[in-house]
């Protein structure tokens, strides 16, 4: 066997990634709509070599309408910094850490904006949902 030189290995970070984060909250959209509005990720790697992750809002009933709500990525090999662009406030976040970025993705989700398109996508999906005549006896 050839001699070691790179010493003994370190252990894996416990690093929470932010596409984890977003897909947390693409569940939780789900579930706090019925599933009226989706949450769905994009990710991949850009030509500059950063990885990036998109959050869209779909609505099933509106023919699978999306909104690119925002864009986050970082550069390799480190997931921290990681930039967060809020299409919908026109907004862009540096954040060093998860708990930032947790905050940061809070502040746009409850954000006036933000809570004006759900209410928008909301009433346009319900208004396309067939409504239910009662029986007449």
Same mark, same amino acid.
């Given at each position: 066997?050839? &001699? ?9 970070? /416990?690093?929470? #990634?932010? /596409? @984890? !984060? ?6 939780? !959209?789900?579930? #706090?709509? +019925?599933? @009226?509005?989706?949450?769905? =990720?994009?990710? +991949? @790697? ?9 959050? %869209? ?6 023919? %699978?309408?999306?909104? $690119?709500? =925002?864009?986050?990525?970082?550069r390799p090999p480190f997931?921290?910094?990681? @930039?967060?662009?809020? #299409?919908?406030? $026109?907004?862009?976040? &540096?954040?060093?850490?998860? %708990?930032?970025?947790?905050?940061? =993705?809070?502040?746009?989700?409850? /954000?006036?904006?933000?809570? %004006? ?17 009662? &029986?007449? &006896?």
């Open positions: 066997m050839p &001699k070691n030189l790179w010493g003994n290995i370190p252990e894996a970070q /416990s690093v929470r #990634l932010p /596409s @984890t !984060i977003l897909q947390e909250q693409a569940e939780v !959209i789900g579930e #706090l709509t +019925g599933g @009226t509005i989706r949450g769905e =990720l994009n990710s +991949g @790697t850009d030509t500059d070599g950063d990885i990036f992750c998109t959050f %869209n809002m779909i609505v099933p009933s509106l023919n %699978n309408y999306r909104y $690119k709500l =925002l864009l986050t990525y970082y997931v921290y910094p990681s @930039t967060i662009n809020d #299409l919908a406030n $026109k907004e862009s976040y &540096k954040v060093e850490d998860s %708990n930032a970025f947790e905050g940061a =993705l809070q502040q746009i989700l409850t /954000s006036n904006n933000v809570r %004006n398109v759900l209410s928008s996508l909301l009433a346009q999906a319900r208004s396309t949902q067939p409504h239910v005549q009662a &029986k007449k &006896k």
